[in-house]
């Protein structure tokens, strides 16, 4: 029998990714296999290693819920095996969560297993929606209280000591009962035009609130068609939800951004989006792989010293390029006497990475504009460095000026449709999804990948000139950046607040 493996159980928080604790993240990343619950975020989610086992015992369309006594199983048969298992729950698994049941069968069979709490809902959802749970002019306690009942039972609350408590009231999978909880509380003698506020989707891009008192929650709840997961909030904190509300002021709040840049460079972007309020799904259209071997990149290795010029136009070609010398048993001595080029910013940050600092960068970021920097230096002999099937501007204008250019092509952009159906859904159902489109390869991968799929809802956000052409000839509706930056993006994706 192989050797036992170990359970961690994770509080996942709320929703935002950013919430998510850094021993829980860290226990997501050495996962073999990670159970999860519907209500966790979708940014928490992203945190799984890409090799680990997903299994999804929450709900879904037409789904009915994975029994408990079945997840137990799950995470026993699966640490039988010798695997490290997270149980990644929403919010805190201890707080209504039934993280207790889930150990019982585990301590039964000696499996090791560890806790990480998680951040509440019932503390960091009304903190998103402006309401302080507690304040020392309107209440000294704070009372967190399930809204679910047992199956076949009525809710099991004390309402009548809650009201002589005079708290701030914090209702937990209440939404089904929120009818039953208000009249409850007015029975008990609860003032009726006491603040009250039902919170969905919280700390997420869809968090929205339904303020009211507490007499009218349950008719205005009807009215706005509120849905689980939801908090409900009782008490006079609520009235403070207007001047203390930041979330819902987020420029991107509300807005779904598609990012497709390649995983490995993605998360600057999404991350960036995520802070303004977007709801961020991260699509990598295109991945790169280096091209191994490459006879090309291994003779102008050995030529370096013959040229003028070394020319990157991304950050994966730097990646690439100092990959291989390094394989070769060299550094970035081998670069002596030679001056370097990059298309923009990203590509001189990558190049920062081995303590080189760019000659030159083209007040433009894009092939045309570098090529014709390079053109002004009247260099004698470049090596390009780039991916293959790089636009022939560079080379042309380059050559044109009577400079020998070798282009010497080091990675393979591949085309990836991992997400494809989920993206295709949004564009089904939202009016307009924004989707960052950050090179020209990225946007053929998107079409690509989403073949047959009605691309009129998108509004594609291009870094440049070049890439917006490539979207054009799609047919894409687009928008460029002010600038080829990050920065230009992000302010490009704000202006659609």
Known sequence: MSEIGKVTLVGGGPGDGGLLTLKGKEALEA????????????????????????????????????????????????ALTGKHVVRLKGGDPFLFGRG???????????????????????????????IPVTHRDFCS????????????????????ALVKARGTLVFLM???ALKRICDGLLEAGMDPETPAAVIENG????????????????????????????VIIVGKVCGLSEGFDWFDKLPLKGRT????????????????????????VEYPCIETEAKEPCPALDQALEELPGYDWLAFTSPAGVQV???????????????????????????????????????????????????????????????????????????SVLREAGTAVDDVHIYNTL??????????????????????????????????????VDLGHVMGLCIGVQTQAAAKQFGLRTKVAGQATMDALVKLACSFS
């Open 31 to 78: 996962a073999d296999v990670v159970v999860y619950d519907r209500l966790v975020g979708e940014e928490v989610l992203s945190f799984i290693p890409e090799g680990a086992e997903r299994v999804n015992v929450g709900k879904e369309s037409s789904h009915h819920l994975v029994p408990q006594w079945r997840i137990n199983e799950i995470l026993l048969e699966q």
């Open 100 to 130: 207790g049941e889930e150990l019982e069968l585990l301590a039964e069979h000696n499996v090791p297993f560890e806790v990480v709490p998680g951040i509440t809902s019932a503390l960091s959802v009304p903190a998103y929606a402006g």
């Open 141 to 160: 306690s704070l009372h967190i209280i399930t809204g679910h009942a047992r199956e076949g039972k009525p809710l099991a609350i004390n309402f009548e």
């Open 174 to 176: 209440g939404v089904s």
């Open 203 to 230: 700390a997420r891009s869809d968090q929205r609130k339904t303020l009211a008192l507490l007499s009218t929650l349950p008719a205005e709840a009807e009215r706005r068609e509120v849905q689980s997961p939801a």
């Open 257 to 280: 951004v598609v990012v497709t840049r390649p995983r490995s460079r993605a998360g600057t972007l999404a991350y960036r989006l995520r802070k303004l309020g977007a709801r961020v």
């Open 321 to 395: 390029f100092f990959q291989r010398l390094e394989a070769l048993g060299r550094d970035a001595r081998a670069l002596a006497g030679v001056r370097l080029a990059v298309i923009g910013g990203g590509t001189a940050k990558e190049l920062a990475l081995h303590g080189l600092k760019a000659d030159l960068m083209p007040e433009v970021f894009d092939a045309e504009h570098l090529a014709r920097a390079l053109a002004e230096e009247k260099p004698e002999r470049v090596l390009l460095c780039r991916a293959a099937m790089g636009t022939p501007v560079l080379t």
């Open 415 to 452: 085309y990836r449709s991992g997400k494809a159906a989920e993206v295709a859904e949004l564009l089904r159902t939202e009016k307009e999804v924004l989707v960052t489109f950050t090179s020209a390869s990225t946007v053929t991968g998107f079409v690509r990948s989403l073949e047959g």
